[in-house]
């Protein structure tokens, strides 16, 4: 196996790991809520609203602690959005967020929980009233950690484009950002031209001082022609960094990391296709030569894309004018399916190339 396949099967594991973390905190409403709470099994739930900085601040401990105890028969981990679900909220008497109450099994008069916000504490706290003796699963991270020993070799790369996050350990505003930051480098995680680090800048004071570190965090954007770095500006919420980061490094992916409609599209060859598509006959066939024309002078993970608009516009014109109709429903019917990360970003590249020649 190569270095690459090897890399690639590395980042395929850590992103189902942390896209299965995500989804192990089961979703409660007014509709399940009776269901799954005071029956035969203790819950801890986490009452929530989405805009509440605890409340995302929590958000990867309680997920960690859901994963972890996934497969424990005697407890439920679980939360509610009392944005959506207000009146469920109110009858349980939440007040604030996030709010974490303990049901015992059988029971709907709760246990208030009101110790630390980690998910060891959690963990003691459900083991504890639970009767289970579940120990916290690792979630691997996708930041890159940068040291002295790798800071030029990464950040430097000119094939990279690097957004570095310069913190430190005691600083409550990197704790708070640490979250979102961590979803940011899970969403780029398969993208191999961009890198998201952080640099503990109070251990490597001499790498803060020399990119002129003042404060914590600081941001900075290192992209493949400008390795002097700029300033990150902009605001901290995930889809202002997954906005930035598509503008400056040409990516099409949203905060969950999956690829959006654009992811694929070149404007270079649009106004071809759009040409072949309403041509026939020999005109159809002089256009498809201007397309390999245009195919051949293109780089790196353009000219990738460049040749799967040069296939389909062959088999539209091998295969007929359905070609393109039935080859998006065959890949979407694959995306239906359980399949990788790897695997599911082809296809939806393919997908929304394909959909140019309808």
């Known amino acids: 196996m190569s270095r690459s396949q090897i890399w690639f099967a590395f980042v395929t594991l850590a992103l189902l790991c942390l896209s299965a973390f995500a989804e192990d905190v089961v979703v409660l409403t007014s509709e399940n809520f009776a269901k799954e709470v005071g029956q035969s099994r203790g819950a801890l739930i986490e009452f929530y609203a989405p805009w509440c900085g605890h409340c995302k601040k929590l958000a990867p401990e309680y997920e960690k602690l859901a994963s972890s105890f996934k497969k424990a028969k005697a407890v439920l981990i679980a939360k509610v959005d009392c944005d959506d ?14 709010t974490i109450k303990w049901f015992p099994k059988y029971s709907l008069e709760p246990k208030m929980y009101d110790g630390p916000r980690s998910a060891d504490a959690l963990a003691e706290f459900v083991n504890t009233e639970g009767g289970t003796n579940v120990k916290l699963a690792a979630i691997p991270s996708s930041v890159a950690v940068l040291t002295t020993e790798n800071f030029d070799e990464i950040v430097l790369d000119e094939s990279k484009d690097v957004l570095v996050e310069f913190y430190a350990p005691w600083c409550g505003h990197c704790k708070s950002l640490a979250p979102t930051y961590e979803k940011v480098a899970t969403a780029y995680k398969l993208e191999e031209d961009v890198v998201i680090a952080n640099l503990d800048a109070d251990k490597y004071k001499d790498l803060a001082e020399k990119y002129g570190i003042g404060g914590f965090p600081t941001l900075k954007f290192f992209p493949k022609s400008n390795k002097a770095g700029e300033d990150y500006d902009g605001d901290r919420d995930l889809d202002d960094f997954v906005t930035f980061i598509n503008e400056k490094c040409g990516t099409s992916r949203d905060g969950k990391g999956q690829l959006t409609s654009e992811a694929g599209i070149l404007a270079s060859l649009d106004a071809l296709v759009k040409e072949f598509v309403s041509a026939a ?14 195919v051949e002078k293109l780089t790196g993970t353009s000219s990738r894309y460049g040749k799967i ?14 070609y393109a109709k039935n080859e998006m429903e065959r890949l979407q019917r694959m995306l239906d399916k359980s399949i990788s990360p790897l695997k599911a970003n ?13």
């Open 85 to 98: 679900q207000k009146e469920l909220c109110t009858q349980n008497d939440v007040n604030g967020y996030p």
């Open 346 to 358: 082809e296809f939806t590249i393919k997908k929304n190339i394909l959909s140019t020649f309808m």
């Open 309 to 322: 608009y040069l296939k389909a516009a062959k088999s539209c014109i091998d295969k007929g004018a359905d």
């Open 281 to 294: 006959g020999d005109e159809r066939k002089a256009v498809l030569s201007q397309i390999e024309k245009e």
